[in-house]
């Protein structure tokens, strides 16, 4: 099944809403009358970035619209496709590790990611026997 960044949607649970999230208190949010950290005037204003809709156009819709529409800027893109590359990396070097660990015949020979998860399996239940002879 191949996935896009068009159809995923990781949806927050129903009954969580997005300011319940943990985002809201990392100082860096607008509170709850809209300004910045530093209370009303405190923070720089600013408008909506070219290509994203204002507030004032996202009220009517719904919140399922408006996640969508987010969504759908460069700005959310580019900063997405950045955490899934880290992501991926950090998975990848995972991998290399544990296939450092595993002997294999010859050393060098190159394993898919579920040879070196089958392997890494039988290798723990060998030194696991040779623990209890």
């Not at 208190?25 to 070219?50: I, K, L, S, V």
């Not at 890494?120 to 209890?132: F, K, P, Q």
């Amino acid at each position: 099944m191949m996935l896009n960044s068009d159809t995923v949607e990781l949806d927050l649970p129903p009954n969580h809403s997005e300011t319940e999230s943990g985002f809201s208190d990392c100082g860096g949010g607008a509170g709850p009358d809209g300004a910045g950290p530093g209370g009303p005037g405190g923070g720089q204003a600013r408008g909506p970035e070219p290509g994203e809709p204002g507030r004032k156009d996202m009220q009517h819709l719904s919140r399922e619209e408006r996640r969508r529409r987010r969504r759908a800027t460069a700005k959310y893109r580019t900063a997405h496709a950045t955490r899934e590359r880290i992501r991926v990396e950090a998975f990848n070097l995972a991998f290399a590790e544990l296939r450092k660990l595993l002997p294999t015949l010859p050393p060098d020979k190159k394993l898919s990611k579920i040879e070196i998860l089958r392997l890494a399996i039988c290798y723990i239940s060998y030194l696991n026997h040779v623990l209890d002879v």
